[in-house]
């Protein structure tokens, strides 16, 4: 409902008391939930570190979740390469699904384009500055937009 803040808060009052928050650091859904939140209030840092730990789940869903999550922030710091493996390694759980697939393929072009960037050919290099601008990267799918944290 968009009170991200409070719910933040809330989370913080209740890791207060010692047994919930033992029980908080083993539960990989509330790390999850925290990640989120996190992702949703603009702190990736801590965002990434809460997926991070979300990853050592043996649930599959939610270990694939957390990956395509940590693979967002990954991609918003334009580090293409590292992003498409989390990508992959999301589509390793999870087959089938699109969203990971399209940004697999737009960190893909996004990596190319940013490799021939730093060509010798003066013209070479400002065509793939400007179009570097033109997001989202590819056009194999035809769903665009943002990409989205999964709840």
Known sequence: MGRYQHAFSTIRKLEENPFIRKLSEKDPLITYNK?????????????????????????????????YNNANIIAEDMDFSTAAMQYVEALKI?????????????MRLGEMQFNTMFSH????REDRIESLKLIP???????????????
């Open 35 to 67: 990640g989120v939140l996190y992702s949703l209030l603009m702190e990736n840092k801590k965002a990434s570190d809460e997926y991070r730990k979300t990853m050592e789940t043996k649930d599959p869903v939610l270990k694939a979740r957390a990956i």
């Open 94 to 106: 999870d087959p089938a699904d699109f969203q990971a697939k399209k940004n697999l393929e737009r």
């Open 121 to 124: 050919k003066q013209e070479e």
């Open 137 to 151: 990267w590819g056009t194999k799918y035809r769903y665009s937009g943002e990409q989205k944290i999964r709840w």
